[in-house]
């Protein structure tokens, strides 16, 4: 596996350091799914379950010039049993992250964020947050931000002993339940048998308050492509997937 193979080239001091720079706070994407028809797709070189994932999932950006991608996910690449999404222009694609206790057992005193999106058809290796975080809602050569979401959506949790936890119905004893992000809308414009690059972020730079107030910088990011393909017309099936990952969507056809 790609991530097997880089992460054995790391030295021991790399690991340490990648791992105390992670322990604080971190999300990443579970999976992401189209909301017409419940097709599911996973970020590049996605497995779980991953003794690694900090190091693996979280891309930990502190400046404008830190690479979109972390080293595991520059390369384009999906594993087996972790597929690519597929899915059309005008489709809305929802995402679903952990909330790690950044809402329901939060260290620090301020707010959990925001995530947005941002689309692209000529990803880059080289692409930086500060490159995205200039792309706009009308799009334009490099790329566009397609979609903007609060990180807590209300209603998920991680199991733990606080009030919110219980009250989200998880409580110590439960399972995770994951946050279900507002997503983004393929373009019309992306051309079908092409491949569609999206960059997941998320601010939480307000962690210790406002930012405008603490001066603080702290962004995250995760990696995610689409085969985009022709419209398949309206939707057969439909989803529930809240709970600890997905769970198979219900065709509807075979209840006529």
């Not at 189209?34 to 400046?63: C, K, W």
């Not at 689409?226 to 198979?248: A, C, L, Q, Y």
């Amino acid at each position: 596996m790609l991530f097997q193979r880089t992460f054995t080239q790391l030295s021991p001091l790399a690991l340490i350091i990648l791992g105390v720079q992670l322990v604080a706070s971190h999300s990443w994407l579970q999976y992401i799914e189209v909301e017409r028809t419940g097709a599911i797709g996973y970020p590049r070189n996605f497995f779980e379950p991953d003794p690694q994932a900090d190091l693996h999932h979280v891309n930990l950006m502190e400046s404008n010039k830190s690479l979109i991608c972390n080293q595991f996910q520059r390369d384009a690449v999906n594993l087996p049993g972790t597929p690519r999404l597929k899915a059309s222009p005008g489709d809305r694609v929802i995402g679903w992250h952990r909330e790690n206790g950044h809402t329901t057992d939060p260290v620090y005193s301020g707010k959990a964020g925001k995530t947005y999106w941002y689309g692209t058809s000529q990803p880059s290796k080289q692409t930086t947050l500060g490159d995205v975080r200039t792309w706009t809602r009308d799009g334009g050569p490099k790329g566009a931000l397609v979609g903007i979401s609060k990180f807590d959506d209300g209603e998920c949790a991680e199991p733990n002993h606080t009030k919110i936890s219980k009250d989200r119905g998880v409580g110590v004893y439960g399972k995770n339940k994951n946050c279900r992000d507002s997503g983004f809308v393929i373009p019309t414009y992306v051309k079908a048998g092409t491949t569609y690059s999206v960059y997941w972020v998320w601010d939480y730079s307000e962690k210790y308050g406002p930012a405008v107030d603490s001066g603080h910088f702290e962004f995250y990011s995760h990696c995610v492509d689409i085969d985009v393909i022709p419209g398949m017309g309206e939707p057969k099936v439909r989803t529930v997937r809240r709970f600890n990952g997905p769970s198979r969507a219900r065709d509807l056809d075979s209840e006529a």
